[in-house]
């Protein structure tokens, strides 16, 4: 059985022009909180919506822990250790296409993750687990996160 | 006992984790070679801080140093409180500059 409290793994994502991501493995509720009170947001109704425009960097910065990225002067763009703001604003600076890998990248890696944790609670196949469903609604509805216009 | 290092900030990790946020600390070289840490912690996570391994970090202009933590006592409270660890072999230096 596994242990309650996520412990701190890193999984490396590889990108293209040998370029990686280092992730978390799997994020804390904490973690999850803190990216859900960004995303979700009040629409004119009253009630929550997801931002889809927000979700895909939202759920990057939430993942995302180091990389191997270099600015055009080949010096490292360092993003351990920033705040969520300034990681952001990291993000934001990417090159759209190269932002779009990023997060196809990490849309992968979780539901990777989703479906480990489904083989170890050894589910019926097909069904989602409670990890899929409530982090990424755009995943768990079958839509990868980053197909936003 | 000579102080091998003093400083303002540092933290401890649990992994990725931050466990604790120290403000000023010193370091002390042991007779069996390893170091005694004293400072004062301002925030901890009160479960990552008992998880291991624990290693502390003392970020510097270049980067940072580090070493195993081995042994930590903390003091009873709330707010800002004492701390004092063993510390292990110094780790590899980071350097982020």
Do not use: C
């Not at chain 1, 250790?81 to 890998?101: N, T």
């Not at chain 2, 931050?18 to 005694?36: H, L, N, P």
């Amino acid at each position: 059985m596994g242990t309650w409290f996520v412990q701190p793994e890193t999984t490396r994502l590889d990108l293209s022009d040998g370029q990686f991501l280092i992730v978390r493995t799997r994020l804390t509720q904490g973690e999850r909180r803190q990216a859900r009170a960004r995303y979700w947001v009040v629409g004119p109704d009253g009630d929550f919506h997801v931002d889809r425009v927000l979700l895909p960097t939202v759920t990057a910065m939430a993942f995302l822990l180091d990389w191997s990225l270099t600015d055009a002067t080949g010096k490292p763009v360092v993003i351990r250790g920033l705040s969520g703001d300034e990681l952001m604003a990291v993000l934001d600076g990417l090159d759209p296409d190269r932002f779009d890998e990023v997060s196809t990248a990490i849309d992968a890696h979780i539901v990777a993750m989703a479906e480990a944790r489904a083989q170890e609670k050894k589910l019926p196949a097909g069904a989602l687990t409670d990890a899929t469903t409530s982090s990424l609604p755009s995943v768990a509805a079958g839509l990868p996160a980053s197909s936003v216009n | 006992m000579p102080v091998a290092i003093r400083g303002d900030k540092a933290r401890i990790d649990w992994g990725y984790f931050a466990a604790a946020a120290i403000q000023g600390f010193s370091i002390t070289r042991t007779k069996d070679g390893g170091y005694t840490l004293t400072g004062t912690v301002v925030t901890l996570d009160a479960f990552k801080v008992r998880q291991k391994p624990l290693v502390f970090i003392a970020p510097h202009k270049d980067g940072e140093w580090r070493w195993p933590v081995v042994t930590l006592d903390i003091a009873e409270g709330h707010g800002p409180r004492a701390i004092r660890a063993t510390l292990g072999a110094q780790l590899p230096e980071m350097i982020t500059r």
